[in-house]
């Protein structure tokens, strides 16, 4: 009787340990309350400029009859690092979100869209008399975002200057079974401090999130579910479940042999 109490524990310590190492639908499913109808669009998903962003500016006439006038406030950008340039021909944002633009001088730049610091350059240019008909084209040129997991990390270069949290996953090669879903984390810069948000990609509700729509070397961090190590570790434990059953197994079979042997 005692020995069939001791297989009964092992065969049961094993089918829990298989059972912790199953992975539901429910845990790993994206978007799972999306309604069938769809869901409107709150807001416009747009970067904006942030303090060591690095902007390319290009000022034009959209007439061509300033092509001359324009050609003192596209100089900057081949000088290198002198006078707010820098080596990739652009402009860098300082840590107060400022630029040195030619002529016009330091320009406060951040929280601004790409579209919003065309306009506000533009309108500088007119307002100035520089300029009658300024035809501003910016770009980010360093939108990256980074991602690390318990497998690695991966640098997203991001073309269109415009990623969102979903996108950044997809780009990433998207989440393994064990990752935890309610628990992905984004950590941004903010007035001066490393800020992180939490968003659950299961459920509609990331679409609110402050840090849906990722800005310039934000970074996405993962964790992995508590009983990925029952899974990593399953044929070692099942090995050593089928050893210890093997050996109580030789055991009762020479027990029962001995105390046959011994009987009159």
């Known amino acids: 009787m005692k020995t069939n109490k001791i297989t009964l524990f092992f065969v049961m310590m094993a089918m829990a340990v298989v059972s912790t190492s199953c992975v539901t ?93 065309q306009d506000t350059i533009a309108a500088h240019l007119t307002s100035n008399g520089y300029l009658k008909n300024p035809l501003v084209v910016a770009r980010f040129l360093n939108f990256k975002v980074f991602f690390l997991s318990s497998s690695g990390g991966k640098v997203l270069n991001i073309s269109n200057e415009r990623c969102t949290f979903l996108e950044a996953l997809a780009m990433s090669g998207g989440l393994d079974w064990y990752t935890r879903r ?62 210890l059953l093997s050996t109580l197994s030789i055991y009762t079979l020479i027990r029962s042999f001995i105390q046959n042997q011994q009987k009159p």
């Open 25 to 117: 639908s429910k845990k790993v499913r994206y978007l799972q309350d999306m309604p069938i109808q769809g869901m409107p669009l709150t807001e416009t998903l747009e970067a904006t400029v942030a303090p060591y962003d690095e902007l390319r500016i290009n000022v034009m006439s959209s007439t061509g009859k300033e092509d001359e006038l324009v050609k003192p406030f596209n100089t900057m950008q081949n000088m290198g690092n002198m006078g707010g340039g820098n080596s990739m021909g652009g402009y860098l944002v300082d840590g107060k979100g400022n630029i040195q633009f030619p002529v016009l001088g330091d320009l406060h730049v951040a929280g601004l869209t790409r579209l919003q610091l």
């Open 182 to 243: 309610d628990r992905i984390g984004v950590m941004r810069e903010v007035d001066g401090k490393r800020v992180v948000h939490y968003l659950d990609p299961r459920s509609t509700s990331v679409f609110d999130d402050e840090f849906f729509v990722l800005q310039q070397n934000d970074i996405i961090f993962t964790e992995e579910m508590s009983y990925k190590f029952f899974s990593n570790n399953l044929n070692t434990v099942l090995g050593l479940v089928s050893t």
